[in-house]
């Protein structure tokens, strides 16, 4: 087992964000006193190049400022989103694994600890879809050198259902870390994909902010999820909590965090990065002229006055 798996297992990853301006250049001093700051709080190790962060967006210039910046912010693991940048044509199965092994490449030669391998949706379709996704896993691993997350994502951000079946398979790899689910709004989904990491000793981890307590209850145990890249110890509470076995205070913790999930988390689901750069803001993490999602969707003033409400509400 990879000594990783202790060292994650009950901690909470922020999906961190990449504070940009309204042009989508991101401002390296703002991510460099962001990253300082967020590090301060009791958490296992940040994920950037997530969804949260835009990895899929940024050049590969950025990417790699992106991560030279947190690696010398901190000496926490840090997981890195690998997967089909948005500048990239590909065409086929063999080059969409082609430019994730790339970005993998990439991570682990500017000193990221593990990846998270994005999905491919393609193989959702493909009768040899399962058998194609081992493959890229073991690929991106004997190729990169690194320890991976798999990455079961469905919803608005892309991706496809895991079968249980895969995600044992994919648990099943030497390389492998844990399994992250995503499932959004689908707690059959979530559910099942916990329950298939049973008796592996890997990681179960979950990335649902909308289901984030009772995604504890039903196996996971530690947490990779954007709602944590502002407001860190709204999501550490509550793990906390769980793993204390404090049902009292899991409870309290728990209403919380869904409060200011719910004013963050809803349609258009793109639109979270934004609502996320706004409670960063209001935090105090980023400045207000870095505090733009340039990728997602616009959204009327009000949802910028719904997510301070409750921020102000919650303090």
């Known amino acids: 087992m990879h000594p990783l798996v202790e060292r994650l297992r009950g901690t909470l990853l922020p999906a961190v964000v990449t504070p940009m301006d ?20 009791a958490i296992g190790g940040v994920a950037v190049w997530a969804h949260t962060g835009r990895g899929l967006y940024l050049s590969e210039g950025d990417r790699a400022k992106v991560l030279d910046t947190w690696r010398a912010a901190t000496d926490v693991p840090i997981v890195a989103g690998v997967g089909v940048p948005k500048s990239t044509t590909a065409g ?27 999905p491919l949706a393609a193989l959702g379709e493909r009768p040899d879809g399962h058998a194609q996704a081992v493959a890229l896993h073991e690929r991106v691993a004997a190729e990169s050198g690194l320890p991976l997350v798999g990455f079961y994502l469905h919803g608005e951000a892309g991706g496809y259902p895991y079968a249980p079946e895969l995600i044992r398979d994919l648990l099943s790899l030497d390389a492998m870390l844990g399994v992250k689910t995503a499932t959004l709004d689908r707690a059959i989904g979530c ?17 649902e902010d909308r289901m984030y307590g009772p995604s504890f209850m039903w196996g996971a145990d530690t947490a990779l999820v954007g709602i944590a890249s502002a407001q860190v110890e709204l999501s550490a509470a509550v793990l906390r909590a769980w793993t204390a076995g404090d049902h009292a205070g899991f409870l309290t913790a728990s209403d919380r965090l869904d409060r200011f999930a719910a004013a963050t988390f809803y349609a258009p689901i793109e639109g979270y990065v934004q609502r996320m750069l706004w409670a960063a803001e209001w935090e105090g993490l980023v400045p207000a002229a870095a505090a733009y999602d340039p990728y997602g969707p616009e959204l009327p003033p009000g949802e910028r006055d719904l997510v301070i409400r409750c921020l102000e509400d919650l303090h």
């Not at 460099?32 to 301060?40: N, Q």
């Not at 559910?191 to 990335?207: C, M, P, S």
């Open 22 to 41: 309204q042009d989508g250049v991101v401002a390296y001093d703002a991510l460099s006193a962001y990253a300082v700051t967020l590090t301060r709080h």
């Open 92 to 118: 086929s199965l063999e080059e969409a694994a082609d430019a994730t092994v790339e970005m993998a490449r990439a991570a682990a030669a500017g000193g990221a600890d593990a990846v998270m391998v994005y």
């Open 191 to 207: 559910q099942d994909a916990i329950w298939a990491g049973r008796g592996t000793g890997k990681l179960l981890i979950t990335g």
